[in-house]
T-cell receptor, first 115, second 110 residues
Framework: ETGVTQSPTHLIKTRGQQVTLRCSSQ?????VSWYQQALGQGPQFIFQ???????GRGNFPPRFSGLQFPNYSSELNVNALELDDSALYLC??????????????FGAGSRLTVL | DQQVKQNSPSLSVQEGRISILNCDYT??????FLWYKKYPAEGPTFLIS?????DKNEDGRFTVFLNKSAKHLSLHIVPSQPGDSAVYFC?????????FGQGTRLTINP
């Protein structure tokens, strides 16, 4: 089975620009979550998508938005980039049919640098 | 408000000995706790989990202990191997999300 793949792996933007990050979920998974990992910190929950709708959101402003497509792939969009948005963005997929622990399968991430 | 804390940024252990990584939490509503391992340039990889109604879960060399009264959990790795060198994240499950600690960098010395 294929794992979670993210693109691009690295990118550099300037303040005020917009960025779109992409994620393909693991086969058999129907739920996608996005996390932001700042340097030296643990991943922080941005939001989750299930059935193409946002299904929970962390403490991030509205300029962070997302999409989930019918094939369960997803996009994270960030508008009006700020310097503090520089981080590793992790996509994770999971299955809503699994009971028990909320085990997420993570991609390798997209490292965003905002100058 | 840091609900999950890993107070040791780094830990160095000799190969073959026991590694103990610690994690504290503040929210009694967490239903599961998980440990993830992360190598450079890779995403976090799930290691082991424990339900909040259990106090121990074991999987091979890895054992997680949960002390609910102290709101503390720990991951024991016995025996430690060089391939265990990585950053370890403690995470707590709440509704749709995982709340992560800051991570502990474990280095296994030969």
């Amino acid at each position: 089975e294929t794992g979670v793949t993210q693109s691009p792996t690295h990118l550099i933007k300037t303040r005020g620009q917009q960025v779109t990050l992409r994620c393909s979920s693991q086969s058999g998974h129907n739920t996608v979550s996005w996390y932001q990992q700042a340097l030296g910190q643990g991943p922080q929950f941005i939001f989750q998508y299930y059935r193409e709708e946002e299904n929970g959101r962390g403490n991030f402003p509205p300029r962070f938005s997302g999409l989930q497509f019918p094939n369960y792939s997803s996009e994270l969009n960030v508008n009006a980039l700020e310097l503090d948005d520089s981080a590793l963005y992790l996509c994770a997929s999971s299955s809503s049919w699994n009971s028990g622990a909320n085990v997420l399968t993570f991609g390798a991430g997209s490292r965003l640098t905002v100058l | 408000d840091q609900q999950v804390k890993q107070n040791s940024p780094s830990l160095s252990v000799q190969e073959g000995r026991i590694s103990i990584l610690n994690c504290d939490y503040t929210n009694s509503m967490f239903d599961y706790f998980l440990w993830y391992k992360k190598y450079p340039a890779e995403g976090p990889t799930f290691l082991i989990s424990i339900s909040s109604i259990k106090d121990k879960n074991e999987d091979g060399r890895f054992t997680v202990f949960l002390n609910k009264s102290a709101k503390h959990l720990s991951l024991h790795i016995v025996p430690s191997q060089p391939g265990d060198s990585a950053v370890y994240f403690c995470a707590a499950s709440a509704a749709q999300k995982l709340v992560f600690g800051q991570g502990t960098r474990l280095t296994i010395n030969p």
